[in-house]
């Protein structure tokens, strides 16, 4: 059964620029070289919810054993550590694939 990873951050400030250039060169193409296929990316500009996430991404891994590999593997760990240098507030968790948008 496919799962899916949801993950959410906020962009740090006066770093958007540096930020959606990692993104493009680095992330989207290293986590899909990994294996997560991008499913969705949502930037939030404007919510009336209180601390609601900037930056909302999902992606998935056919099985939860295939997503495990990604998370537990060097790579995913050096995009990670990539990506810190950009955004805070960083959270994750993996769900089963139920169809639609899920938070």
Do not use: C
Not at 30 to 54: C, F, I, N
Not at 55 to 67: L, R
């Amino acid at each position: 059964m496919s799962v899916k990873l949801l993950m959410n951050w906020d962009i740090k400030p006066g770093r958007d620029q540096d930020y959606f250039e990692f993104v493009v060169r680095e992330w989207v193409p290293g986590t899909q070289k990994l294996g997560l296929k991008t499913t969705g990316a949502w930037y939030t500009v404007y919510s009336r919810v209180k601390d609601a996430p900037q930056i909302t991404t999902e992606g998935i891994a056919d099985d939860i054993d295939a997503m495990r590999d990604i998370i537990a593997s060097i790579e995913w760990q050096t995009l990670q550590d990539r990506l810190q240098e950009y955004v805070n507030n960083y959270h994750q968790k993996i769900v089963h694939v139920t169809g639609g948008f899920q938070l």
